[in-house]
């Protein structure tokens, strides 16, 4: 039998046991009151058998039924029950009941061959004449060893049924109540032990949807409240261990969604189980969508896909370098089984962009290729005109005067790339510091503009300042970013050919305002605006064009400690526009 409750396990069989010990005791005692009331009858109609001969025994010594027939109607009204005196050879010579001269001979009736054979005879059975089941009982009247006749009483058993069937249902209802006061009492006990358990069950339940701050009082001190304490002490002990699992993977999580490096995981089937944010970049991937899918279908690169297979078949770490295609990206891959055993298959991928260090690689070269190529010119200059002034020049004075002054500008021209140097080198470092304060724009960009209108004059040039009214104040260090705008409106002009214009200008935007140079120059190409502010850096490859090449990387780096930003947008032919931002003063 199952059970939904522990409530219906305790009270239902603790009804049902008291129900069937109290149905077999009422049957037993109905059986028993049945029995002894019918023993008691019996006894009782023995007796007045018995009475009925002794009273008969004259009548019957002397043959005279009329006699007998008369003191059977007077013994049955004496006793109340049917008395009849039968003759030695079986017939009815008497009956309380009924007219004797109508019954049948009744010398093989049980009860009297039971009386005649062992001295009393008892029978049950249906009778004809009364129409229902009576109860009798016989006794051998004798003188001596003589036989006179048979005395025997009578009664209905319908009154034995009535009062066993009386007794039957005052038994039943005091059976039914007592099982109705065991299920109550079952039920209350049922109750008090369940009450606890689903308190618990509750408290488990509350636990596996993750409240682990729950806690119940233990109400007693039996096998629940023990248990009550011990789950008490279970709560406490997952809520630090889920506490310490969760800074734990909080930090694992913060570290790999924030570190530099790309990381991939996949399973024994080179499925993709995680990627990190950083992988995503590297290898351009969409942000959602992957988990699941193969390997191959992800990043679609056989090098990549090859260090992961040799990875998942070898069960040892891969370390190679990768290029990925037209990109030109440059990784050092590493691919690391999780665990040793063949059976878990996972599989590490680390990405580390060795881009980076390419450019720096590459920048490193082109800086020192130019400050070679730019240093090249000035030296060979000097040593040209230091062997012309050996070879005689000397003693030609005007042409000696005319090579020293040579000697004297490139002299100059290697000072100021010595002094460019030492300044940008000092800005990057932070060493010059920058002095902020609310300044006027106009302050800031005309009189830079206006010292180089003679140049551009010179160049054949028009230079424009457009400054709009109403312009914030900006918070500046007026010498530096003036500057800024020396730098850039120099650089317009010299990459702006004759009847060419250049125009500064500036508008507002949010909490900054954007100053502009535009030039109808020859423009720059597309690839080589990204680089236009590293230093020494010329757009123009044949480095026909005079300066040092520092000019916009000074620029750059004083924005930025502006707290600004610089940028060009050009189209070849068409000119070029600079733009640094500043901010507004607050």
Known sequence: MAFKSIRARIAIPYALLIAAAMLGIALYVARYAHDTYLENLTSRLTGEAQLAGELARPALQAADRERVRQMAGEIGALTGARVTLIGADGQVWGDSAVDPAGLANHLYRPEVQQALHEGRGVATRYSETAEQEMLYVAVPVRDGDALLGIARASVALR??????????????????????????LGYGIAEATARPIRRLTGVVQRMAEGDLAVHVLPHSVDEVGALTRDLNAMAGRLRETIRALEHERSESAAIVEHMADGIIITDADARVRMVNPSARRMLNLPAQGLVGRSFAQVVRDHQLIGVLQ??????????ELVELGQRRLFFQVIATPLRTDAESGACLMVLQDLGQIKRLETIRREFMSNISHELRTPLASLRALADTLREGALEDPPAALHFLDLVDAEVDTLTQMVRELQELSRIESGQVPMVLAPVVLADVIVPSVERLRPQAERAGLTLEIALPEGLPMILADVDRLGQVV???????????????????????????????????????????????????????????????????????????????????????????TFYFSVLVAG
């Open 310 to 319: 040799d990875c998942l078949r070898d069960r040892e770490e891969q370390v």
């Open 159 to 184: 009154d034995i049924d009535r009062d066993v069937g009386r007794l039957r249902r005052n038994v039943a209802l005091a059976a039914g109540a007592i099982v109705l006061l065991a299920l109550l």
């Open 486 to 576: 020396t730098n850039v409106v120099h650089n317009a002009i010299k990459y702006t050919p004759e009847g060419g214009r250049v125009r500064v200008s500036a508008s507002p935007a949010e909490g900054r305002v954007i100053v502009s140079v535009a030039d109808t120059g020859q423009g720059i190409a597309r690839e080589a605006l990204p680089r236009i502010f590293e230093r020494f850096y010329r757009a123009d490859p044949s480095r026909t064009g005079r300066g040092t090449g520092l000019g916009l990387a000074i620029a750059k780096h004083i924005v930025q400690a502006h707290g600004g930003e610089i940028w060009a947008e050009s189209t070849e032919g068409q000119g070029s």
